[in-house]
């Protein structure tokens, strides 16, 4: 739906987005967003082979979207389990239901489903709304058409580190996720008096597979795609000054947990 | 501390995390190697990977898979254990039922002194337990119930055949001259109607009669009853001396059977009748000599000494 003019500036890299038509609602906005979403990431996989230009922007990518999410994640993870334990023995007080049921509960919500999402909407809000505010910022301050200017990518320079840190980064927080939710699960049972350990584990083991776990993986692989892309898009294509920066970055943060919850539903109905 | 190393801290932990929980989670020995053991099964109904393995009802290992095996048509489970359970060669598997539904493997070992190294096979049994029992029972009392159904059916099958063929007619004939009878009886008593209600009046009017002859009498039908009751008082006491004198006879009788008394010994000593019987015996020779030899008594009498 775009201008016919435009489309010659696709293919070329770098490309030099033009701003002038922005800032109008389009008749079709969803259609025209998508295609520009989809733009921007043809764009960066085609630069994405550019490491040398984004590696170090990658490695503070990382840093910023991993390491420095690790204690809200953990701490999310953990109050997520240790809840689910307590409601759940709560709710199980009929005397044919064995104990055990209830570790087998929280484990297998934890890794399949909760582990996954929880970090991801806390990642939405952390991760997606630091991307879309820097990038939003620097379209503002026309610092990207100042890299531009300068001759660098700078979908390669700005994109690529974030949207590969979502994808490196988002498995380790699973993993740190779900470890912290069954110990935090497994810690309130045993605290509360309500599951015994060996209870809890008894449960969590007989129903554990593998494959559970490989499906939270591919999870929160797409979720940490879904809300480094999204947030991306957001603010690269970000107009109206400061106004503009802080409505991009409420759409990145929304859009990004309705498309991670949409993303669930996909997954679950493909993958199980 | 450099971004890099941090980044690299960061995975190198969580894949060791990762890898640690798994093992925790499927119950592998989380620094050592596990014990791995195989054995084949025809079913493992309710038996799946995770699911217990059980020595003396202590649990010691998992299964870790369950495969089928497409040459001999059966199942292979393969199951893991802690290294320091070493199991001896001989041991047999069962499946079994733990809690109605649960299902599990139980190991029972055998006496013998070699043991199972790792990946090394085990005899598998598949143990019905009780549902195997109430199944068999179930099947049993099924067909029971069919072999009594059939058995109603058949029966009801001759009645059928029987209310169709001559029988039938032969009821329905019973059951009209059955009517006709009761017909004939109510007619009877239609008829009769007038007799057996005079009938009943006079033997009312008798009854009154009854009832107005008694009505006068009533004082010496009093006096007749009390002089009853005082004769049958005397018969009580008649009967009380009666009584008395049994007691004395009985008493004497008892003294006779014993030989107590004069009577007593006339009666059960012999020698009297004894003494008797001799002295008729005596005297019957003594008439028949004489009889026969009067001279020998009367030898020495002369009639002039008599006379």
């Known amino acids: ?272 | 501390m450099k971004n890099e190393v941090k980044v690299a801290l960061t995975i190198f932990i969580a894949i060791i995390v990762a890898v640690l929980g798994y093992r925790f989670m499927t119950e592998t020995p989380l620094f050592s190697q596990s014990y791995e053991l195989h054995a084949h099964f025809n079913r493992v109904d309710g038996i799946v990977s995770g699911s217990s393995v059980l020595m003396q009802g202590v649990k010691i290992g998992t299964v870790r898979r369950v495969e089928f095996l497409d040459e001999s048509d059966s199942l292979r489970v393969s199951m893991s254990f802690n290294t320091t359970r070493q199991l001896p060669e001989g041991s047999v598997a069962y499946i079994r039922s733990f809690q109605i539904v649960d299902k599990a493997i139980e190991i029972e070992r055998s006496d013998s002194g070699t043991l199972l190294s790792t990946g090394g096979r085990i005899q598998g049994i598949y143990d019905e337990g009780i549902m195997g029992t109430v199944r068999e029972i179930g099947e049993t009392s099924g067909r029971n119930l069919e072999n009594t159904t059939e058995r109603l059916s058949s029966v009801l099958t001759q009645v059928d055949e029987m209310l169709l063929g001559g029988s039938r007619s032969d009821i329905e004939q019973s059951l009209g001259s059955l009517n006709q009878s009761l017909r004939a009886v109510e007619q009877l008593l239609a008829e009769s109607s007038d007799d057996i209600s005079e009938t009943v009046a006079h033997l009312r009017s008798t009854a009154a009669t009854i009832d107005t002859l008694t009505s006068g009498e009533q004082e010496q039908l009093q006096q007749i009853i009390a002089n009853l009751e005082e004769a049958s008082g005397r018969f009580a006491a008649l009967s009380g001396e009666m009584d008395g004198v049994s007691r004395d006879l009985s008493d004497v009788m008892r003294k006779i059977n014993e030989g107590d008394g004069s009577l007593g010994r006339l009666i059960n000593d012999p020698s009297l009748y004894n003494n008797l019987d001799s002295l008729s015996y005596n005297l019957n020779t003594l008439i028949k000599n004489l009889n026969e030899n009067p001279r020998h008594f009367l030898k020495h009498v002369r009639l002039i000494d008599i006379f």
């Open chain 1, 1 to 272: 739906m775009r201008p016919k003019n435009n489309s010659l500036q696709i293919t070329s890299i770098p490309c030099i987005l033009p701003l002038t038509e922005r800032t109008q609602p389009h008749k079709m906005q969803v259609f025209y967003d998508f295609g520009r979403y989809c733009q921007l990431l043809y764009q960066a996989i085609r630069s994405s082979s550019e490491f040398k230009s984004y590696y170090r922007n990658f490695v503070s990518e990382m840093i910023k979207t991993g390491y420095d999410s690790l204690p809200i994640v953990i701490l999310a993870g953990a109050f997520t389990g240790a809840v689910l334990t307590i409601q759940t023995s709560y709710q199980l007080v009929s005397a044919f239901i064995p104990k055990s049921t209830i570790g087998a509960i929280v484990t297998q919500s934890l890794i399949i489903e909760l582990a996954a999402v929880i970090s991801g909407l806390v990642l939405a809000g952390r991760v997606g709304a630091r991307i879309a505010t820097e990038l939003g910022t620097m379209r503002v301050s026309e610092q990207i058409d100042a890299l531009e200017s300068m001759g660098f990518n700078s979908v390669s320079f700005l994109v690529v580190p974030r949207v590969l840190a979502g994808y490196v980064m988002f498995p380790i927080i699973y993993i740190a996720a779900a470890t912290t939710g069954v110990a935090g699960g497994l810690l309130a049972g045993i605290v509360t008096g309500q599951v015994p350990m060996a209870d809890f584990l008894l449960g969590a083991r007989t129903y554990f597979l593998p494959w559970d776990i490989i499906f939270g993986m591919t999870k929160s692989i797409v979720f940490g795609f879904i809300i480094t892309s999204i947030s991306c898009f957001k603010g690269y294509y970000a107009s109206g000054g400061a106004e503009g920066v802080g409505k991009s970055t409420t759409n990145a943060t929304v859009l990004s947990c309705i498309f991670i919850l949409l993303a669930d539903l996909l997954l679950a109905i493909i993958l199980l």
